[in-house]
């Protein structure tokens, strides 16, 4: 199982990181499709080629091919969202709030799988991205749609530890170079 190496591959420094990727995956109360779709687009946003070649054929085998497309969607809608969104809120000029953003993200409309589920891949990709203003976005429609706060948190939880993971193990291959 891809799933074990990764965390074998993990220091002992880094044990924690180790006991919190089998618990939200492992121990995960999100059905299977949130569970492994929200894995698959925080493999990919975590940009750790590491992560993503361990944890990405496991997230196939758990996802059907829709839900496979729809959570690579979702990580690149929100690659460029992300940062769209996060600027245009940072730069201390009002008036890019009231222009038209002009970029095509039709995926988000209709992504191929139930809206829940892409919206909650959407906002763990944003937490990874540090996209406040997506963040906010996301979280409405969820909580509108009557998703609770744990799960919700379930998601970014997922989102945290893929993204130390890759971060510590990339680290540490650069390291031992």
Not at 59 to 86: G, I
Not at 100 to 109: D, E, K, S, T
Request: glycine share 6%; net charge negative.
């Amino acid at each position: 199982m891809a799933l074990d190496e990764l965390k074998s591959a993990i220091p002992d420094y880094a044990k924690d990181l180790r006991l919190n990727l089998g618990s939200v995956i492992g121990n995960s109360e999100l059905p299977q499709q949130q569970l492994w779709g929200t894995v698959l687009a925080c493999a990919i946003a975590s940009r750790s080629p590491r992560v993503l070649r361990e944890l990405e054929p496991e997230a196939k085998a758990n996802l059907s091919a829709e839900a496979y497309t729809a959570a690579k969607s979702a990580a690149a809608v929100m690659a460029m969202n992300n940062v769209f969104y996060r600027t245009r809120h940072l730069l201390s000029d009002p008036e890019y709030g009231t222009m038209r953003a002009g970029l095509r993200m039709n995926v988000i409309g209709n992504p191929g799988v139930e809206k829940v589920d892409f919206e909650l891949w959407s906002l763990a990709v944003s937490a990874i991205n540090g996209c406040g203003q997506c963040l906010d976005s996301h979280e409405q429609v969820l909580r509108k749609a009557g998703v609770d706060r744990e799960t919700i948190q379930e998601a970014f939880k997922i989102a945290a530890v893929v993204q130390a993971v890759g971060v510590t193990l990339d680290s540490e291959a650069v390291l031992s170079e």
